[in-house]
T-cell receptor, first 111, second 113 residues
């Protein structure tokens, strides 16, 4: 079972570069999320989506953009990368009254 | 402002000891979830509590939802090294949509053999 798949696993970016973190889920979940986790800390919600074509800001959306053209895919775009965006990023999805299922994480370093 | 505050932030105990982790909020939640995260992995669901005053047990772990549904606790009896990890509570604040899940600040537990 694939579950939630996110790529890349590791990436080093230079300040000012842009990149897209890919996320896909094969569980037909309507709800998808992007979180970031700084070392030793909890997860902060960046953006979320309740269905294809619908996205909304989370707790820390600045510097990021998302799109949800299909139920399966929820890419996260970083524009003009900054050192403050160095973090571990988790994509997740869930269904009604269900657990949140997470991808394996993407380690991003901005130098 | 952090909607879900966890305490303690760090906990290091000996094998066999008991411990309690707290998740507190000033907001009422329709439900709270508890997750455990191991290094290099995503969080994994332990339990969901829904009813005020509810108590759920998962082997040596006991979860309680406060009567007012503003807080929850996780109690581990006779902790083992395998319990080591980051414990996170999560919920969707009622004023922000049913599925806008946010996470608590986390409690990092280390159980020493």
């Amino acid at each position: 079972n694939a579950g939630v798949t996110q790529t890349p696993k590791f990436r080093i970016l230079k300040i000012g570069q842009s990149m897209t973190l890919q996320c896909t889920q094969d569980m037909n979940h309507n709800y998808m999320y992007w979180y970031r986790q700084d070392p030793g800390m909890g997860l902060k919600l960046i953006y979320y989506s309740v269905g294809a074509g619908i996205t909304d800001k989370g707790e820390v959306p600045n510097g990021y953009n998302v799109s949800r053209s299909t139920t399966e895919d929820f890419p996260l775009r970083l524009e003009l990368a900054a050192p403050s965006q160095t973090s571990v990023y988790f994509c997740a999805s869930t269904h009604i009254r269900s657990a949140i299922y997470f991808g394996e994480g993407s380690w991003l370093t901005v130098v | 402002t952090q909607l879900l505050e966890q305490s303690p932030q760090f906990l290091s105990i000996q094998e066999g000891e008991n411990l309690t982790v707290y998740c507190n909020s000033s907001s009422v939640f329709s439900s709270l979830q508890w997750y455990r995260q191991e290094p290099g992995e995503g969080p994994v669901l332990l339990v969901t509590v829904v009813t005020g005053g509810e108590v759920k047990k998962l082997k040596r772990l006991t979860f309680q939802f406060g009567d007012a549904r503003k807080d929850s606790s996780l109690h581990i009896t006779a902790a083992q090294p395998g319990d080591t990890g980051l414990y996170l509570c999560a919920g969707a604040p009622p004023t922000s949509g049913t599925y806008k899940y946010i996470f608590g600040t986390g409690t990092r537990l280390k159980v020493l053999a």
